[in-house]
Each structure stands twice: as C-alpha cells, then as structure tokens.
C-alpha cells in the first residue's frame, strides 16, 4: 500500500489505493478544511504533494496555473497511488490557531514541558566545592535549585565526570530528569495515549520538537471483560483481583506499545530515553488504568474518586521507561466526561473560540460541551455504540474495509471504503449516509420503519430497486454485494442509529435550551470520535444527528482530537495547566433523571421531515 | 533501674541508681541550665520532682522553703533512686528560645507539616456530583486542591463511606496522606533519627503534638566495614554491591528501629500509622542512606553529589510505613558540613542568635560553627575519634559505665559514670578531666608527656600518688581499680587527646581569625555530641579544646542537637523549611591546604600553661 509523509511533523501513514488525500490527512490525525465539502471548488484544502498527481478540472479552476505548478493540489480531490509527500500549509488546517499543528505535527511547543538544555560547567576544586547538584542547577536553571530524583542523583555525579562536566541535561520544571551526554536532546522522548473504550492508540514524541516518531493502536485489551464501561466497572467492583486485572490489561498493553514503538523509530532502543507519558481517556477507563475502582460512577450519583489529572512515576504506572519518567493522566470533569474529553477540547481550542460552539463526541457514551464565548457547559448521553459499528449487524469501526460513505451519484450507488479495501463492513459515516439515502428516496419513513422487502416506491432511483429484501424474517436493504458477501442495513440496524443519534440531538438540545439558545445560534459544531473521517454535513442534519436549524457550513469533522490533546499536554508545560483549567472551567450538566431531556430524547429519536 | 519521666512529653528514660538528675535530663535531650556549674547555687536548674528526695543545704538556700514544698529540686543536685516524674518549667530549659522544648518534648508545632483535620461531608448527589477527592477537599482545605498518592486515591472512597463522609484527613501541604476514622489524629506518627557515623538514633513522635512516644538506639551497623566516613567511602567506591551493602546496613536497621519504636509505644501497631520520617546525618552517612556514591566527598576537593534535603518515598528508603509516606533528609552544608549540624544548630538556635556563638559538635569530625548577629560560618576538622572513645586505650562512649567525670575533692579522686555503674572505661568527658587532673599535679606537662612510672613530683596531692605506673613499657595514669580491672590513661591516650583538642581549637581560632575576632569576643559556646552529658567547663578550657581567653560561664552542653533537628524538622514544616535556609547560608571555610591552620594546629595541639 502507498504511504504518505506529512510535513512539518514528517508523520507517515498507509493510505488504500486510490484513497482521496483529505481522508489519509484526516486519519492521520490532520483534519483539512473543506468548507466546500469535497467538491475541489473552494481550493482551501490545497497542499504541496510531490509526486503531485493529474490535477482534475475543478482543481485547474481553484489552484490556477501558478498553484498547480507549485504542486498544489486540493486533498478533496487528489488521490494516492504511490509514495507520497505533503507538505501541509497551516492554512489548510480546519484550524487557524495552529493549536492542533503545533502539538501534533511538529511544532515546538511554546513552554516546552521537559527543557533539554546544554551546559558546560567549571569543575569543583577547593576554592568553588560546590556541591554537583547545585553546580548543574547553576549552570542549567540560572542557579534555581534543581530536584534530583534519587536515580538520577546517583547517576549524577559519573555522568558529569564522564563528559568533564559538559552535556545535555533533561529538566522537567525543577526536576533534574536526566544528564546526558553532549547533543542528546533528541534523545528525550515521551508518550501520548489515547485510552479509548474500544480503542488504544499510542504516539511515540520529541519533547524537544513535539515531532510524532511513530504512532501504534490496538483494540483495549479490556474488551474481553466487557465492551462498555458499565460492564467493565461491574467486573472491578467484584474484587482487588478483577480490578487488577482490568488494570494490568492497559498497562502492559502501553507498555508494549511503547516498545513497538521505540523499536520502529529507533531501531532497538533505551527505553531510558521515555521521561513523559500522558494519558487521556473517559473517567471510567482513567479510574482502571489508575487501579481505582469505578464502581461509584457506575450508580447514581456518578460520583468519581477524582477527576484531576493524576502524575505518578512510570514504574508504579507499569510503563517502563526512565527511572525518573512520570505519568500523567489527563484530568476529568465529572463521571461520564472524562480526560478525553478535556484533552479534545484543548486539541480544538474550544475555550477560546468565540461565539457558540459544539463540541460533540461521538461514541459509546456521547458527550456534547457548548461552549459560549469561553464559558464551558458539558452533557453526557447513553448514545449507545452504534456510530463505532458496535451492535450494528454489520456493523465495524472507520478501519480498512468499512464503508464510510455511500452516495448516490449519476444514477449509481457510490460506495467508498476506509483505505480503499473491498467492503467488509460499515463504519458510522457509511451508517449516516445509508440512513439518509433511504430517507430521500422513501425506502425509511420517519419512524425508523423500512419499507416491505421487495417495496419500490414512487420516484425510486433506479439504481435503488431490488435492494429491499427480506433478511431473517425481517426487512433489510441490501448495501452492496451479493449473497454471503452482502452487506446489509436492517431494521434492527436503523433502531441502533435511532437510539444513537437521538441522544445525540437530545443533549445538544437540551444543552442549546439550557441556556435559551437555538440550533440557529450555533456558530461551529466540531465533530470528534472514531465513527470515521469525511462525513457528509448534509446528512448529518438529514438524519438528526444535530438538530435541524444548524447551518450544514459550520460542521467540521476534528478526528481523533482527543489524542492530540494527549500530545499536547505532553510536551507543552502550558497546555497541561490549560487542560486541568478547563476541566474545572466546565460546568457539568446532569441529564440523568431530567424529564425534559427524556422527552426531548424521545422526540429526537424520529427522523427529521426533508 | 529506676525510670524518669520528663513533662510536657511524657518521655521516659532510665536512670542509674543514684544518677544526677541534671544528667538524666540531658540524657533524654532536654540540656538544662546551670551557670554555677552543678553547685546547686544558683538554682537555674530548679524542675518538679515527684517523689521529691531529701533537699541538700545548697537547694534549701537556692529554692527556699516555698520552692521545696511545690516539689522543686535542682536538677544538679537531685539524685534518682526510684521512679520519678519531673516537669521542666521552660526557664530551666538552656534555652529561652522554647525551641527545643517545642519540638522535641511536647510542643505543638506552629506550623505542623502534618495537619489532621477532622471533617464531615454532605454526602454526593446528583445535585453535588463532585468526585470525592474535591468534596473532601473542600471540606478539608477550605477548597484548595489536594492531591492524592495512588494509594490513597485508591482508598479513598471505601474511606469516606465507611463512616457516612466523616472522618480524619491528615495532610501533609497539598498532600493528602490518609483518611480515617473520626478521631484518629493519635494514629498519625512520624519517626526521626539521627544517622551517626557510630550511633543511630530513633524516636517516634506524634505528628500532631509532638510528643516523643518511643525511643531507640543502636551501633551503626556499618561499623563493621568501617569505622570512619573515609574507610566507608572507600568501601563504597569499590562497587555497587559494595554501596548496596552499606545502604542496607542503615535503611534495615532503620526499619526495625521503627517496629522496635511502634512495639513500645503501641503494642503490636500498624505500620502505616508512619507518614513521614526524617533523618539527620553527616554528609557521607546521607549519601550513603540514599545509596548515592560519596567517594567524590572523600577526595579533594570533597564535592558531594547533592547537600539538599531529599525526599522520597518510604518505601524507597527501604523503611516499611504508611503507602504515602516519605523520608526527608536533613540538608547539608558541604563534604564535611551535614546535616546532623544543620539539624543542631536548628535546634540551638543558632541562626537567630545575637553576638558571637560558637557552635561544636564534636566527634570523629569535628565540626566548628561561629555565628556572628545571624552570619554563619563553618568549618571541619580531622578531630579523631578521641571523644568518643575510639582509639583510646580503655575509651567507650558516654554509656552506662563510662567514667565521664573526674575530681579531685577533699584529698580524693571521685569518680562517676555514666548511669552510676560500676567503671569499665572512660568517655570524652572524663578523659578532658582526667589530663585536666594530670596538668594540674604537675604529672602531664605542656608538651603532652606523661610523668615517669612512680613520679611523685613536689606538692602532689595524696590521692594521686603511686598513680604514674608503667604500662606495657609505657608510663600511664592508673584512674581506677586495680590488677585487671584497672583503668588507665596512656601516653598514647595523651597524644590522641592532643591530636582532637588540637584540631578542634585550631578550627576556632581560625574561624574567629577570619572574622578578626578573639577568644574573648565569644558570647557563647554551644558543644554538642556524644562524648559526655556533663562537661567541667573549667577543665574544657585547662586541657585547650577551646583557646583560653573564652569566658567559661559562656560555655553550654547542648547534648544530641542533631537529633532535636531531626524531630522539629519532622513535625513541623517551618523548621524544615529553615533548615534549608540555614543550610544555604553557611559559609563553608576549607580549612584543607591552609598553611595558617596547619601552624595553629601544631600549637594548638600543645596543653595551655596553667
């Protein structure tokens, strides 16, 4: 499979065959602009790609000679099929504060959480016996009293001898991390993870120049002891075993990442070199991964141990790495909104942004924050785990294989796949898009209910008859392919995403009420989760995703924003203050129990009129 | 043998039978004043004895007949022969300050470094859904944010449900150490120990009032490898199972000092009632504790690898107690400046002290510290092991037994030891009387040498004829006893004397040289160590270890400083925090390679004519 190299950053991820570059950029974590929603006439998502493919007409229009010649080329419209390079212009970010490419593509972070910083000392003699530590402390923090600890304090005095008390040394705030030889500072590296329910995606760092070395994801290990937090938190509650077990499932599992990681960056590397860790994951997962039992936020009131980001050294957090290496994991803001969460908001910049925004991300739970003008609200909804394909009867995350959009274009269902691979499944934008296909054309009414096996309505494209069939009893409309290897959207399927995005719409509107507000006063939804990467505005508002009134132009699709607020807050001493100011700037909105969000939820789950 | 308790305290010591109370007292840490030199004249001394002995002529005239009657002695008078409770008025205390009073026997710290505070929370609803640690935050902390070790984190909740949201938090700053009961502010224990070259030292305190509860001492187990810091370093150097071995030795003994500690006071207590311990060791024995290499200190030009105080885990130190509990080391000032001397002259006061002190700690090094209006100055001597008893033909330390004075009174030589037992060597303080003795019947003379076996020269008292004998083919002074259970002092015994006086005063009068200060500048002379409880200040002056010129009533026995530093640094956060101060202000003056000390060291070790 080609591969495509982002810069500045120089992160390289596989790309399908054929796949348009906006996805590629998208899931490596570089969402675009595409204000004209992927028809290459706005020409704001335009890179440098090199080799730069055939432009298409609408591109010649958008980029013009000059732009073409440069190697300009839109992402919407571009498509890989060899080797590539990109050079990503800070324009083309969906986001102009260059937050996102500063933590997550190779910016240097502004306070940089771990300084690396080269000294040469004068050596001790009688007449300045100073003592070793304060000697480095003076030549390294302006004479501010380091903190060594006591790994590093034993180190300390061959490591100064060893280079005639010249080197690198490592300093976290005050604390000595390492002294390294001279020119070592690309050797200091930390870890961000992302500690998804379903999902674990890791990302090995510079702390120097905020560079991703390479990246590394697997399901959670805790899958097998139960798909959602609630069950997970059940198994914990039973005893010091279970919860152990839940918890050493994580930590092992970032502990050999972490390897995997430093072996396909660095060869086969110290392990020494990891000083920092982050981890942001929902509450619950952040309670396991910490040995604290959840069973509290499993039952009414919701109420966690603690929702402030905890720092712990790495060695208690199972993770090996450099003796004096910590762990932090990202703070909270209440039981069912979690370190994640905060980190995306950080990642998007949503406590800054002015006017009304939605911060919404789709998963298991769903949590909506509306952010106005800088004051932060938050909800969580049971949204159940339709959009990540989960309960869906075949149903799949946005991987190779999924479908993740289906279009109806020049007469012919258009089906496009995750990295372009035969389909195997649908992931939760193919979900969107299918439900609103069958609302246009009739084959879905409003209640959710699919038309009789074999129905044609009135006006059915023609590339739609045939497609309702009977599928164990029930109806079912055929996707794509034939018998064992079709794919099909049942009944069943359209209760899940009834459920799903009904709740969704529910706790935004409730939110949006909360505070006298209506759909029309959003000014920018930023959707975020693993439910894929390109998802068609229209049809998110088609199938009531978001309440109708919102304007279709101010939805941006922001990936995986909470692994780059991972990222962020590892390398930048600012953002992680940001983040634990954020988790308590929040006010927590508590659904459970409201009437009115139970009716409104109710109301939600009908699909919207055309 | 008959015990003492001291109030306020409630510490409790044995006594010989028959001991001066005066020495007992000094004994349990509490140095009492007495400015006419144990005469019972002045009646400085004057404590609450229950049952109150039989007053002498002295204290019937000192203390009057309404001072006898509420139970008053002189403590330099007052000989304990049975179980006896004794209050110390603070005015008998050496210093006004209260400062040793207050830390360590009794008094409340000002500023605790561990608060218990006891609470009652609403309990969570989902009207106040904060997580536990806020909540009890809140409650605790007048809202300022707590952080919790992972242990108790992971308690935390089981914790607070356990008694319906009531209970005790001890905090130690921004840390929450541990939640209990409702009033359990007993349970919250520290322990500190002064870290000897020769001797290790324990007591168990309460963290909330300061009360010695238990105390415990031993041989440094490290002796056997060594009975210098040089010879342990050496040990040290050759390898890190080497300084492993020697880390051991300490931390182990340590621990079991602690269980030793809570068997005593609490029966078969809990470990994890320790929340913080803190440790008060010359530089090369606290690198050694931490297992960081001091080789370097023990080479020109002796740089240690760090002189702040230290922190870290308990579990780390090697020392079973509470999960969030941590060990601190007392700061250093430089190789041969540690933190036993920080720790004492904390606890003397030093720093805050107007005109000229000095202050001595005396033992294998000596170390001389001069304060001048709040400057501090100190230097280090190579004193030997003479005023401990090492390196002395027939010397021990100032234990049961150990003659630690000599008179000559009425025509007779009176004796005393340590705890009243039966002679079986000599410590400092008796072998300052003994060549005081010699000096002044004319058996010694100024160069050092011992009269001839038999010498009975003109005007010699009585008592001490036919004493000069000869002894393995040298002369030597028969103190005590006969045939094999004689005691002498050797010509060798001389020399070792002179070697550690010599050292000790060429320190001072360097010291107040480099100030261009005098002997009779000096307003106050503090000695601390182990080599005596009760020194004759006269003879201090006779045999040299202070220059002449030093008024004598100006000179104090403060006894085990260092191990009051230990125990105010471990109860209180504003003595720790002073002790780094003072730690950072000491002039360190490397006496190493001065030709001027040298030259003063050679006359210095020459006896003061008469």
Redesign the interface.
């Known amino acids: 499979m080609p591969r495509v190299t982002f810069n500045p950053g120089a992160r390289t991820i596989e790309a399908g065959e054929g796949e348009l570059l906006l996805k590629v950029a998208a899931r490596a974590g570089l969402p675009l602009r595409s204000p004209c929603g992927g028809k290459g006439s706005c020409g704001k998502c335009a890179v440098v790609v090199c080799p730069a493919p055939e432009p298409t007409p609408h591109e010649r229009e958008a980029l013009g000679d000059e732009g073409l010649a440069l190697g300009l080329r839109c992402a919407c419209q571009a498509r890989i099929t060899e080797d590539t390079e990109v050079d990503v212009p800070t324009e083309a970010l969906l986001y102009d504060e260059r937050i996102l490419v500063d933590a997550a593509s190779g910016g240097r972070p502004a306070v940089p959480a771990v300084r690396v910083v080269e000294f040469e000392l004068a050596e001790?003699?009688?007449d300045?016996?100073?003592?070793?530590?304060?000697r480095l402390a003076a030549g390294v923090a302006g004479g501010a009293?380091l903190?060594?600890p006591?790994e590093v304090?034993?180190r300390?005095?061959a490591a100064l001898r060893e280079n005639s008390f010249r080197g690198s040394a490592a300093v976290e705030g005050r604390r000595l991390l390492a002294v390294l030889p001279p020119g070592s500072a690309d050797r200091v590296l930390g870890a961000a993870f992302d500690l998804g329910t379903t999902t674990l995606a890791g990302a090995l760092v510079s702390m120097v120049s905020g560079d991703v070395l390479a990246t590394s994801s697997r399901a959670n290990p805790q899958g097998v002891l139960g798909d959602d937090v609630i069950t997970r938190s059940d198994h914990a509650r039973k005893g010091q075993a279970e919860l152990d077990e839940l918890r050493a499932k994580v930590t092992s599992a970032f502990d050999e990442m972490l390897g995997e990681m430093l072996a396909a960056a660095l060869g086969d590397p110290e392990r020494g070199d990891v000083y920092r860790v982050s981890v942001a994951g929902n509450t619950v997962m952040t309670h396991l991964f910490?040995?604290?039992?959840p069973?509290?936020i499993a039952v009414?009131?919701?109420?966690?141990?603690?929702?402030?980001g905890?720092r712990?050294p790495a060695s208690?957090a199972g993770i090996r790495a450099s003796g004096s290496a910590s762990v932090m994991t990202l703070p909270c803001v209440?039981?069912y909104i979690g370190g994640d969460i905060v980190g995306g908001m950080l990642a998007a910049g949503v406590h800054e942004l002015h006017g009304v925004t939605l911060y919404i991300d789709i998963g298991t739970n769903g949590e909506v924050v509306l952010a106005r003008d800088g004051d932060l609200y938050a909800c969580s909804v049971a949204a159940g785990p339709a959009f990540e394909g989960a309960r869906i009867s075949q149903g799949m995350r946005a991987a190779a294989g999924a479908i993740d959009s289906v279009k109806l274009e020049g007469g012919d269902v258009l089906l496009s796949t995750v990295g372009g691979a035969s389909a195997c499944g649908i992931c939760g934008t193919g979900l969107i898009d299918t439900a609103a296909l069958l609302l246009e054309s009739g084959l879905l009414d409003l209640y959710g209910l699919l038309a009789e096996p074999g129905a044609e309505p009135d006006g059915l494209p023609d590339a739609l008859r045939g497609r309702m069939v009977d599928h164990d009893g029930k109806a079912a409309f055929r996707l794509s392919g034939e018998g064992d290897e079709a794919i099909h959207l049942t009944q069943k399927d359209v209760r899940e995403l009834q459920l799903a995005k009904g709740a969704v719409a529910a706790g935004v509107m409730t939110l949006l009420g909360d505070l006298d507000l209506g759909p029309a006063d959003v000014d920018s939804v930023l959707l975020a989760g693993g439910f894929g990467t390109f998802v068609d505005r229209e049809n998110v508002l088609r199938v009531g995703l978001l309440p109708s009134g919102i304007d279709p132009s101010c939805i941006h699709f922001v990936g995986n924003a909470a692994a780059a607020g991972a990222r962020m807050t590892l390398v930048s001493e600012s953002h992680e203050r940001r983040a634990e100011e954020i988790a308590r700037a929040v006010r927590?909105v508590?659904l459970?129990?409201r009437a009115d969000f139970q009716m409104t939820f109710a109301d939600a789950m009908l699909f919207p009129e055309a």
Chains 1, 2 share one sequence.
Not at 128 to 134: A, C, E
Not at 290 to 293: H, P, Q
Not at 300 to 308: E, N
Request: no cysteine; aromatic share 4%.
């Open positions: 001790p003699s009688l300045d016996p100073v003592d070793d530590l304060r009293a903190e060594a006591l304090l034993r300390l005095p910490l040995g604290v039992s069973e509290h009414v009131p919701f109420t966690p141990a603690a929702t402030g905890v712990l208690e209440a039981g927590y508590e459970s129990g």
